[in-house]
């Protein structure tokens, strides 16, 4: 594929145009699902093409194909000029620019102990399927998920500016669900997803079936356990649940395309405006996000981004103040940043590239600090962990969030069980509210494979991690079912 990213150059820098690039990829998935003791999906598929870009007089022009071969590219090559110099004539006043990036030869490969290809999937059916068989094996269950999911992406990146990437990228992730009926109701409980890049050794260090019991015995449990009192109270949110809150609270509302009006899908624009950089208070002292693309394991660490900019760790939020953005090379242009944040990514060698949250965390404290201690510092609250649904409102402002499992918290100490428990808060409101997070000891990696964004829909993967961490006179209500 290297060669073919070099011959691409070789013809496309003979053409009259601004500026061009091409990814080549090869992926493979494999998605194994068993519902209780059956296999209901046992996909494995491996797709492969190429995608051009072209930038001529302002305006891009972009084509794909699932041919991989040199007459081909110079095919689509051709076609993605014809479709760019066509967008030139429509494009009005706005010309797109591209912040500057060195060029880069190198190669980026995920580091993994297990291929995740080479394990056999009957290994990976029969773990789904002891899992699933724990769980039904619990009074009071009803049905039972589970899940592996294993990727594996190939790409080369070339450019006229002389850029030429190659990168291999190892995805692994796996999760379940148990659904309890009765006492009136239904209720279920996960062992929720964790996607990392990383070979089958992280499906190993998972303790998928270690937890089957308890997770089913907890969804039994919801049954049972009241609803909460509607009221401000105190939170204390797990990492699992946290990384869910990030993404939509501070992930979305800080991709600079939406900001500046380039997207409006999916809940749609955003409030942290560029008069707001470097002086609007996002959140309490405590709160620092910081986007990292170099963080081992994390989602979006690739190397490179699908335009070549390399892999960078930088601060959003520093010391509760909104410094930065996610960016791509062209909408960091429009704010005359000197150089995008590489967050330029496309599902697939068919997609266009566009703006997507990093690994974006949230940092744990520097001082010892555990889970208990947060507890022991709440007289009236709940505990909530793992994720639920969730609503935001188009400006990325007002929203509500529910969970997975949710505990009491009376006079410091973690009570009953509670279920239907939703909070309601506004962004800045909530994050100001933060008061204290967990040392690093109790830091997560959690994170997305299934992100949407886009018209047509792509469906990115990244990390959101997080301490565990306490918001103080958050709205408490009961979530309708
Ligand atoms: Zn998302």
New binding site residues.
């Given amino acids: 594929m290297k060669e073919l990213g070099a011959y691409f150059q070789d013809i496309a820098r003979r053409e009259n145009i601004e500026y061009a690039d091409i990814r080549i990829g090869y992926y493979r998935t494999q998605f194994l699902f068993l519902q209780d003791l059956s296999p209901k999906e046992i996909n494995d598929e491996e797709r492969m093409g190429f995608g051009i870009r072209v930038l001529y007089d302002g305006a891009w022009g972009f084509a794909s194909s699932t041919k991989v071969e040199k007459a081909e590219i110079e095919r689509v090559l051709k076609k993605a000029i014809e479709i760019a110099k066509a967008s030139s004539l429509v494009k009005g006043e706005y010309r797109v620019k591209l912040a500057k990036e060195p060029v880069h030869v190198d190669r980026y490969a995920v580091p993994v102990e297990i291929d995740p290809f080479k394990v056999p999937v009957e290994e990976k059916i029969d773990l789904l399927y002891k899992v699933n068989d724990v769980m039904l094996k619990v009074k009071g269950i009803v049905k039972t998920y589970s899940h592996i999911e294993v990727r594996r992406r190939d790409q080369v990146f070339a450019s006229t500016e002389g850029s030429l990437i190659e990168t291999t990228i190892f995805t692994t992730n796996a999760g379940y669900t148990a659904f309890a009926v009765g006492n009136n109701d239904s209720q279920s409980r996960s062992f929720q997803d964790y996607p990392l890049n990383k070979g089958y050794e992280h499906i190993r260090s998972m303790k998928l079936l270690e937890n089957a019991e308890r997770i089913a015995s907890e969804a039994v449990m919801k049954l049972y356990a009241d609803e909460p009192d509607e009221a401000l109270m105190d939170l204390v949110l797990d990492p699992a649940h946290l990384s869910l809150t990030i ?2 609270s501070v ?2 509302p800080t991709e600079l395309d939406r900001v500046l009006g380039y997207e409006a899908n ?1 809940a749609g624009r955003s409030f942290v405006t560029p008069e707001k950089l470097g002086n609007f208070r996002y959140g309490s002292p405590m709160v620092n996000f910081v986007a990292d693309n170099t963080l081992p394991g994390g989602l979006a660490t690739t190397g490179y981004d699908d335009e070549g900019v390399e892999c960078q760790k930088w601060h959003i939020i520093k010391d509760g103040i909104f410094v930065d953005y996610s960016s791509t090379r062209e909408v960091a242009s429009i704010l005359g940043f000197p150089r995008s944040r590489g967050s330029a990514r496309a599902d697939s060698f068919s997609s266009f590239p566009i703006n997507r ?1 990093p690994n974006l965390c949230l940092m744990p404290g520097k001082d010892p600090v555990t889970p208990e201690d947060l507890i022991a510092g709440v007289k009236k609250g709940v505990y909530i962990e793992g994720r639920g649904s969730f609503s935001i409102d188009q400006m990325r402002l007002n929203f509500q969030f529910g969970g997975d499992l949710f505990y009491e918290i009376k006079d410091g100490k973690k009570g009953r069980m509670l279920k239907n428990v939703i909070y309601q808060s506004i962004t800045p409101q909530f994050w100001n509210s933060l008061d204290g997070v967990t040392d690093e000891r109790f830091w997560e990696p959690r994170g ?1 494979l299934t ?3 886009g018209e047509p829909t792509q469906s ?1 993967q990244m990390t959101n991690g997080a301490p565990y961490a306490r918001f103080r006179n958050v709205k408490v209500g009961r979530g309708k079912r």
């Fill in positions: 993404h939509e992930g979305h999916f949250i997305f992100c949407g964004k990115a």
